[in-house]
């Protein structure tokens, strides 16, 4: 359990958790869940956090870990982007609220692999190497992740893409 300083920690950064969560999970009441069982896993795991190394990476880790068990449980990704040349659909959330904007319906039409990375680099400023450990997979699968995001992201927002993305561009479950 964290000292009365942890928790003032922690605090500090519950509003980029939300941030972060409310991308990831493409609606609040989802992104609420994920920040509490975040808050939570920080409260009993709290003796594994290193003092002196960034608390907010660490609990960046557990939000992100939390989320791809939500996922694999739900039966929707399981953490591995295989390009496919057959035409498959990509990750469409199963409710998506009309009055979305466009670069929410873009965002959440990603894969959860791809979101991630584009989210922590792009919305949350970490580094290559940050993501990496955060993400805990090589920097070259973040670049590579990274740019895979932005380029389906582009076609999304420009119109180029329709209910047929390009053939790689599909991301399908191994």
């Known amino acids: 359990m964290p000292s009365a ?28 869940d994920l920040v509490q069982d975040t808050l939570e896993r920080a409260c009993v795991k709290w003796s594994l956090w290193k003092p002196g190394s960034a608390l907010r990476a660490w609990l960046m880790t557990l939000m992100h870990n939390l989320y791809l068990n939500r996922v694999r449980s739900q039966g ?27 670069l929410e319906r873009a965002l959440a039409r990603l894969s959860p692999t791809l979101r991630t990375v584009l989210l922590l680099v792009s919305v949350e400023e970490y580094t290559y190497a940050e993501a990496a450990q955060i993400l805990q997979i090589p920097i070259g699968t973040v670049m590579s992740r990274l740019h895979r ?3 389906a992201l582009r076609l999304s927002l420009s119109g180029a893409a329709d209910a047929a993305t390009p053939p790689s561009l599909h991301l399908v479950k191994r």
Do not use: C, F, K, T
């Open 5 to 32: 300083e942890g928790v003032e920690q922690i605090l500090a950064h519950i509003p980029a958790l939300r941030r972060y969560a409310r991308l990831l999970a493409g609606d609040a009441a989802g992104a609420d």
């Open 76 to 102: 929707r990704d399981d953490n591995h982007d295989i390009l496919d040349e057959a035409s498959s659909p990509y990750y469409e959330p199963l409710a998506l609220a009309p009055d979305l904007m466009d």
């Open 149 to 151: 995001a932005r380029e």
